[in-house]
């Protein structure tokens, strides 16, 4: 009886060890994956799944905040045709009613697809020819955060910013895109888009009457550049001078010769109603164009040098010939074919979406 209760005893004994060891392990066993999963979250970002995913480019994702960027954008052209076309007006249930057997939120959502997919190719082009080293969202995101914070620095040490001094998601984002889209049909114009002169010739030749019976003007300009109020203060008395120079007899060549900081260029301006009168090019030859031949200008502020024009010949009825719009015409035609480059490309990529997730979008 007394080896009965004993074994009995050791089994108990036995098994209430087990049941100890066991719960210390479970705890020891939870306590390491906490550790381990926020290790992991600080380690690595987790991938957007696949029910974050609206579309794909050639398999590249557009995850639902990159796809909302695009809904937000195309807004206003939606609301726009709804409102020409059927007069629409805006109603608690407006974007999921029917209008001529329309709907806003179909429409939106396809002319959002549209112009997503498009966006990510561009981007997935830049990433194969190594503009880019990632095109996810998660990338942008950080990017965005990044500048901004930087600008912010920037800002605060007194120094130039280029830009707006923060950007907000959605301009930060297209932006970004746009910047892409220089660079990159700037490399291609490089490569395989390069730009032969028959090409430059076509263009030419589609916009020649834009070119003829034009009025062309040659104009000096004598400058004094600043950088800084000192240097500004300094810059307008010397120019200041020098104009009284000009209106005694003095010539601008011996003027400029006198003084290092004096500049004197000449330069000709063709298509006056093209050229912006708010920029500063635009303000010297705008002002030129008022002048008698020979005479010069009060002093003008350039923004970054003050300057005075003489206004040097002036033609009515010229017709520009394609030397004078080389770099010009070569540039339209690189974006017409870089264009065109795009909507290729476009064509024979596959665009898929993901339904399910696409269907469930039913507000902006």
Same mark, same amino acid.
């Given at each position: ?5 004993? /074994? ?18 479970? +705890? ?44 937000d954008k ?22 999921? /009613? ?6 806003? +939120? ?48 920037? +800002? ?79 810059? *307008? ?24 900081? +004096?500049? *004197? ?16 090019e635009g ?13 010069? /200008? ?13 206004l040097v ?11 004078? *719009? ?39």
């Amino acid at each position: 009886m007394g080896r009965k209760v004993k /074994s009995d005893t050791s089994r108990y004994y036995v098994g209430g060890a087990s049941l100890v060891l066991l719960a210390v392990l479970m +705890i020891i066993s939870v306590i390491y994956l906490r550790a381990a999963a926020r290790t992991h979250a600080v380690a690595e970002p987790a991938k957007p799944g696949l029910s974050d995913v609206i579309l794909y480019v050639n398999e590249a994702p557009v995850t639902r905040q990159e796809f909302q960027l695009y809904m937000d954008k195309e807004k206003g052209a939606v609301t726009n045709y709804f409102s020409v076309t059927y007069q629409a007006e805006d109603q608690p249930d407006y974007w999921s /009613s029917e209008f001529g057997g329309e709907r806003p +939120i179909d429409l939106l959502k396809s002319r959002a697809a549209e112009e997503a997919a498009k966006g990510k190719l561009l981007q997935s082009i830049a990433l194969r020819k190594g503009l880019v080293q990632d095109i996810s969202y998660e990338q942008f995101l950080q990017d965005w955060v990044d500048g901004n914070k930087e600008r912010e620095q920037e +800002i605060s040490r007194n120094e130039a910013v280029f830009g707006l001094g923060q950007y907000e998601q959605s301009q930060f984002y297209f932006y970004t895109l746009s910047n892409l889209r220089l660079e990159l049909e700037e490399l291609l114009g490089k490569e395989e888009l390069q730009v032969s002169e028959e090409e430059v010739q076509a263009v030419y030749q589609a916009h020649a009457q834009d070119y003829q019976n034009q009025t062309r003007i040659v104009l000096e300009e004598l400058s004094v550049p600043y950088a800084g109020e000192k240097e500004k203060g300094q810059a *307008l008395l010397l120019i200041q001078t020098a104009l009284e120079q000009l209106n005694s007899g003095k010539a601008a060549a011996d003027i400029k010769d006198r003084n290092e900081r +004096i500049r *004197l260029t000449r330069r000709t301006a063709t298509g006056l109603g093209q050229i912006s009168p708010l920029s500063p090019e635009g303000m010297l030859v705008q002002s030129a164009v008022k002048l008698q031949a020979g005479s010069w /200008s009060p002093v003008m502020d350039a923004g970054d040098r003050y300057s005075l024009v003489q206004l040097v010949d002036r033609t009515e009825q010229y017709d520009v010939p394609i030397e004078e *719009l080389a770099g010009q015409l070569k540039a339209e035609a690189l974006q017409q074919k870089f264009g065109n480059y795009l909507q290729e490309q476009f064509r024979l990529s596959e665009v898929r979406l993901n339904a399910g997730h696409y269907e469930d979008i039913t507000t902006p």
